[in-house]
């Protein structure tokens, strides 16, 4: 079948076009990229010494440019002192003073500009900042630690500790602020530990003044209770001594100390890890011991000397 010319020419330009569109087709357009981004929301604001950290919260980073912060104080509207990228969502203020009133917001800004809506204001006044505590001290309680200070009028406190001695004490110790100049806390035996307090405010914005100076508790300072309840076994070559465990989880073993009649003074014969001991070279003649409980570089005070004397064979 012979097609007339104009008809030719039609179905070769209808298959081209129809080609070109098929190769060129995208799908249908979509337009959440032009979407406001969602509303920021969960502003909080808490001051430690000389800064106001604002921190806030979105339900999704999606597509976003950042966030856009801004600031209003007693005589100005609001400005924009920030722009954070989407995985920054806090902002430090240094810029206030105390006894003034702020207010911030935030706003997420799209990939393509479009700014969502504005979170909730947060309106703050920081105060004038309590005095730091002074005078921090410690007492052993056992397996514990009680660190105590000098109280601060109208204020609480928030316990930080650390190992280092040259940096500030960081991590905070109680879960809530102290409504009392002190906190008993489990010690760590196997290391120094850095305390530091500072005071705190009852204030929405939760006004924590400046770092007290710090208090080294060590290991080496922890003393144990001398060893109690020693009695003794004995036969004619040998003295089994035992005394009652030292109820300090710390102890790590026990020194035994022997004087012999006739003798200055007590000198070391062993040591053991367990409240038992045994002395193979006991003397025929009157005999003394007492024993010592080993702490972490620390030994205690000397128990109560026992005396022994030889067998009398028969």
Same mark, same amino acid.
């Not at 799209?110 to 006044?125: D, E, L």
């Not at 100390?257 to 006739?262: H, N, Q, T, V």
């Not at 005070?301 to 064979?313: G, H, Y």
């Given at each position: 079948?012979?097609l007339?010319?104009?008809l030719?020419?039609?179905?070769?330009?209808?298959?081209?076009?129809?080609?070109?569109?098929?190769?060129?087709?995208?799908?249908?357009p979509?337009?959440?990229?032009? =979407?406001?981004?969602?509303?920021?929301? @969960?502003?909080?604001?808490?001051?430690?010494?000389?800064?106001?950290?604002?921190?806030?919260?979105?339900?999704?980073?999606?597509?976003?440019? #950042?966030?856009?912060?801004?600031?209003?104080?007693?005589?100005?509207?609001?400005?924009?002192?920030?722009?954070?990228?989407?995985?920054? @969502?806090?902002?430090?203020?240094?810029?206030?003073? @105390?006894?003034?009133?702020?207010?911030?917001?935030?706003?997420?800004?799209?990939?393509?500009?479009?700014?969502?809506?504005? @979170?909730?204001?947060?309106?703050?006044?920081?105060?004038?900042?309590?005095?730091?505590?002074?005078k921090?001290e410690?007492?052993?309680? #056992?397996?514990?630690?009680?660190?105590?200070?000098?109280?601060? =009028?109208?204020a609480?406190?928030?316990?930080?500790?650390?190992?280092?001695?040259?940096?500030?004490?960081?991590?905070?110790v109680?879960?809530?602020?102290?409504?009392?100049?002190?906190?008993l806390?489990?010690?760590?035996?196997?290391?120094?530990?850095?305390?530091?307090?500072?005071?705190?405010?009852?204030?929405?914005?939760k006004?924590? #003044?400046?770092?007290?100076?710090?208090?080294?508790?060590?290991?080496?300072?922890?003393?144990?209770?001398?060893?109690?309840?020693?009695?003794?076994?004995?036969?004619?070559?040998?003295?089994?001594?035992?005394?009652?465990?030292?109820?300090?989880d710390?102890?790590?073993?026990?020194?035994?100390?022997?004087?012999?009649?006739?003798?200055?003074?007590?000198?070391?014969?062993?040591?053991?890890?367990?409240?038992?001991?045994?002395?193979?070279?006991?003397?025929?003649?009157?005999?003394?011991?007492?024993?010592?409980a080993? #702490?972490?570089?620390?030994?205690?005070?000397?128990?109560?000397?026992?005396?022994?004397?030889?067998?009398?064979?028969?």
């Amino acid at each position: 079948m012979i097609l007339p010319r104009f008809l030719k020419c039609w179905l070769i330009c209808f298959s081209i076009v129809f080609l070109l569109a098929a190769c060129g087709r995208k799908g249908e357009p979509k337009l959440t990229t032009f =979407q406001p981004p969602d509303q920021v929301a @969960s502003l909080e604001a808490v001051r430690k010494q000389d800064s106001i950290l604002i921190t806030w919260t979105v339900r999704s980073v999606f597509n976003l440019k #950042g966030f856009s912060v801004e600031r209003s104080s007693e005589d100005a509207g609001f400005k924009v002192i920030a722009f954070n990228s989407p995985e920054q @969502s806090s902002f430090t203020d240094n810029d206030f003073s @105390s006894g003034s009133t702020y207010s911030y917001r935030v706003r997420a800004v799209s990939s393509r500009g479009i700014a969502g809506a504005y @979170s909730p204001v947060k309106t703050v006044t920081p105060r004038i900042l309590p005095e730091p505590p002074s005078k921090l001290e410690y007492r052993i309680k #056992g397996d514990y630690v009680e660190i105590f200070w000098q109280p601060v =009028q109208g204020a609480i406190y928030n316990l930080y500790k650390g190992s280092e001695k040259d940096r500030e004490p960081s991590v905070l110790v109680n879960s809530q602020p102290l409504s009392e100049p002190l906190f008993l806390e489990k010690m760590d035996f196997s290391k120094d530990v850095y305390y530091a307090v500072r005071s705190q405010y009852k204030t929405e914005l939760k006004d924590e #003044g400046y770092i007290s100076g710090s208090l080294l508790v060590s290991p080496s300072f922890f003393e144990p209770v001398p060893p109690s309840g020693i009695r003794y076994a004995q036969s004619k070559d040998k003295v089994v001594l035992l005394w009652n465990e030292n109820a300090e989880d710390w102890v790590s073993g026990y020194r035994v100390y022997r004087k012999k009649f006739g003798e200055a003074m007590f000198t070391v014969i062993g040591e053991s890890v367990v409240p038992a001991f045994t002395d193979e070279t006991a003397a025929a003649i009157k005999t003394f011991y007492c024993i010592t409980a080993l #702490g972490q570089g620390s030994e205690s005070k000397a128990s109560t000397e026992i005396e022994i004397n030889p067998v009398v064979e028969r």
